[in-house]
């Protein structure tokens, strides 16, 4: 399997020469070859993998040996992402699609010595069922949390539908008395239906002016002048089977989870350019929360962490340097 794997990843890398050895993020590798990689992987082996495997087999013999086991390998419920002294580690929740590689580059330009790991759905490894509600898939991440932190201080990050996944987490934490010294919720909103009429007219008056702006521009003339790129919709990336599958499952879990009052302070940071979400996250958490703090950064919601990673890392670096230094 090396000898097929080899040449896969020099390729991919743009590498003539690379040692079973040889690092992947070392060589230059990131999360869109990584999602490369193990597409070329499920063509030649017919085995499904997900992309975040590779922090967890981050060489081509460390790969070679994994496809070569006889049982499907299991995906660890937590992938440990950046490496760190003994120090309360970071844990940053999933978001829709289920998978922590959706945050290498945020995670790689953070400015801080902790270890930070990323949860994973279950169910991403085609060997359960993906979780259908935010309880169950907060309580699968906790179990796995406090195999590695015990006790608190707990330092907790979301993105979208992980943002609520990680406050469940928190107050579950918060409940048993640990302390939880840093939530940051990461552009994340309850499912439309728990919005007050006023927050869901607006939005759908802004998603109304969305879809004729896209009619309008699809009838203008190729050559006229577009000054304005319009977003492209969450989601439209193409997705695996199981990919999709486990974010099917997610949105479900999404319809259902009613968030309850935190007895603790938020760090809420929004997307400057609103898409399908509320434009103003104010007036839909700050009355859960007991402290409820927002601050901006660029881009839409995708691309704060694609696109605007090092804002976002730098902000992330900051909380993480408040919340500890107390």
Known sequence: MIEVLTPIWQRLLQRPTIGPEGNFFDLGGDSSLALALFNEIAKISGLELPPVMIYQAPTIAALAAILEQSATPRLAPLVLMKEGPDLPPVFIAHGLGGSAIDFYQPVKF????HPVYGMQARGLDGL???????????EFSLQAIKEVQPRGPYLLVGFSLGGLVALEIAQRLSESGQEIALLVMLDAYPHKTFLSLEQRT??????????????????????????????????????????????????????????RFYKGKIRFVR????????????????????????????????????????????????????????
Request: glycine fraction near 4%; charge should be negative.
């Open 110 to 113: 953070l400015h801080c010595a």
């Open 128 to 138: 359960e069922e993906p979780s259908e509600t935010i309880e169950e898939m907060a």
């Open 202 to 259: 607006r939005l759908a008056t802004r998603q109304a002016g969305r879809r004729l702006s896209t009619a309008v521009k699809r009838l203008r003339p190729s050559g006229e002048d577009d000054s304005c790129e319009l977003l492209k919709p969450v989601g439209s990336e193409p997705l695996t089977p199981l990919m999709q599958h486990v974010r099917e499952c997610a949105r479900v879990a999404l319809t259902r989870y009613q968030p």
């Open 271 to 326: 997307a400057a350019i609103p898409t399908e979400f509320p434009e103003d996250p104010i007036p839909v958490w700050a009355h859960l929360a007991e402290t409820f703090e927002v601050e901006t950064v660029p881009g839409d919601h995708l691309g704060i962490i694609t696109t605007h990673f090092e804002n976002l890392a730098d902000l992330l670096s900051r909380y993480i340097r408040e919340a500890t230094s107390r």
